[in-house]
């Protein structure tokens, strides 16, 4: 009796073996900074993120949420929703001390907000 061949799809694996890994890491960086830049959340002084100082952080943090049209939450909300998207979309690529001082940030914002 003849063997009939099988019809099965390629694992996934399989199916993922042609592809490079660094274009599926350049779309996540690219979606990220899409999001930084146009999300509904709140629009964003130029390089709040990089200031040195927590309270400088927030304090930016809460002009840019109050300032903001497109926010559809609070304003405590949006701008403490951002600071946390950006805390972990930065994942490794964040120094510790950095890590620090934009944790630092979240609560300072609390503190700007009048939250406990």
Known sequence: ????PS????????S??????????????RWSKRVMKT?????LEPGVFTKRSPRAIALSLKR??????R???EPFRSAMSMLSFHIN???KGLSPERRRVLNEAKQELRA???RS
């Open 1 to 4: 009796m003849a063997k009939i």
């Open 7 to 14: 019809r099965r799809r390629p694992s996934a694996a399989a």
């Open 71 to 73: 926010r559809k939450a």
């Open 16 to 29: 993922q073996a042609g592809k490079s890994r660094p274009a599926a890491a350049k779309r996540g960086a």
């Open 39 to 43: 999300s509904d959340a709140l629009d």
């Open 64 to 69: 840019s949420a109050e300032a903001s049209r």
């Open 112 to 114: 700007v907000f009048g």
């Open 89 to 91: 979309r930065s994942g």
